[in-house]
């Protein structure tokens, strides 16, 4: 993988690709679980740790081949029974499924051999082990590719490395096994082998869908085995109900959620534990990580990540939605705004060009455009309270720690530093000041100068002083400004 994170933690759809091992053998309700870990190890244990039901990592503190692995497992697995089952799965492998394995148990206790071997017939066999027959088709032999001949390399039927052996066989053939092969490794394989020569029976369960098996060893199979599983999941959700317009650019992670009657529009990325109710419309263009989405909510150009978005809410588009953000029922939250551990009561609205960080929002008020909730002094972050049926005004900055009463207003550019009353309007502003003349007098010679005074020649003429009654108009079919003088300056910019 050319990466300093172990192979089997690479992640497809959400999952590493053990956890995608371990969930498929999961309905065989195993006594113990084992995971054999080499390189990486410490990072792997700590991937498994705390998994429930229990995982235990078994160190091969010498990389001595596949079959090495399982006989340096098996004594960590305590007193195994001469009848019991040992199931052997790579953990590179993550579409395989738990129906699949299922069904290779039940062959292989419906009828009893030493081994059960899953196998695909595959048109490309490059790189796995052949499957070699006897006469009457009984499994003889697995041959590695590195050992085969041309016409072993030319058999398609392959193993999938994935075995289900009874354990008293398998405990004595592991014990014979040796290194003497083109790689000097002891192979798993070889016990397929052992059991022939012995007079034991090997049966095959062959794989309907060889891509099942495939595993990864590059960033190629990587992204093969990424794509396979997003076409596996999101036709999985159509089949429930889930309405995908364009599946190629649709991704869904394995532990997401959604109901019947949502919809998902391009562009449209679902990661986590993301759970989607029904009727929601999602997209296009949206990334929603851990989120939760009510019933026929509309998220559109939206990024959130562990957000709650309520029932009958309407988020974006170009939305951010940051941890910890609760939306409630009919919520409006549209372009560009940001939030950050807010919550937003029932039909509340933040409609445009907002950031709301720790603040609460109560039902029904209004955050005018422009509003910023400046929560951070610099050492600490403080928390903002907004009461129901609030109405601030635009370009207001809340400077936290601050309450606002129910029913209060906040005047347009106003910057909050004490708590509003309710039905109290907070106004901070301060006189405007206008200097006449300033720009021809500072700017000569711009085109702001030239409109200004081409302006005034023409009020004056009009009989109008242009001033805060007035509108000057400057002539939309005059060739030029004429020649005037302002407030002591003329139009060429020198003093008159």
Known sequence: ?????????????????????????????????????????????????????EVTPVVQARQGGTGHAVRAALPAAGDIRPDDLVVVVPGDTPLLTGATMSALVAAHAHEPAAATVLTAEVPDPFGYGRVLRDPSGRIRAIVEQADADAATAAVREINTGVYV??????????????????????????VVGAFFDG???????????????????????????????RDRLVTAAMRAGVTVLDPATTWIDADVALEADVTLLPHTFLHGSTRVAAGAVIGPDCTLTDTLVGAAATVSRTTASRAVIGPDAAVGPYTHLREGTRVGRGVKLGAFVETKAAEIADGAKVPHLAYVGDAVIGARSNIGCGTIVANYDGVAKHRTVIGADVKIGSDTVLVAPVHVGDGAYTGAGSVVTEDVLPGALAVREGRQRTIEGWVELRRPGTAAARAAAAARGYAEQAGDDGGPNGVAHAGADRAGPAPVTVAGISDNGHRA
């Open 165 to 190: 052996f009874t354990a008293g066989p398998l405990l004595a053939a592991l014990s014979s096994l040796t290194a003497d092969n083109a790689q000097g490794e002891e192979y798993l394989t070889d």
């Open 199 to 229: 007079g034991r029976t090997v049966r095959a369960y062959p794989l309907d869908d060889p891509g099942e098996a495939a595993g990864v060893n590059d960033r190629v199979q990587l992204a093969a085995a990424a794509a396979a599983m």
């Open 1 to 53: 993988m050319r990466s300093a994170t172990p192979k089997v933690l690479h992640r497809v759809a959400g999952r590493t690709l053990v956890d995608h091992v371990l969930a498929a053998v999961a309905p065989l309700g195993a006594e113990r679980q084992l995971v054999v870990v080499g390189h990486g190890r410490e990072q792997v244990a700590a991937a498994l740790a705390g998994r429930v039901p």
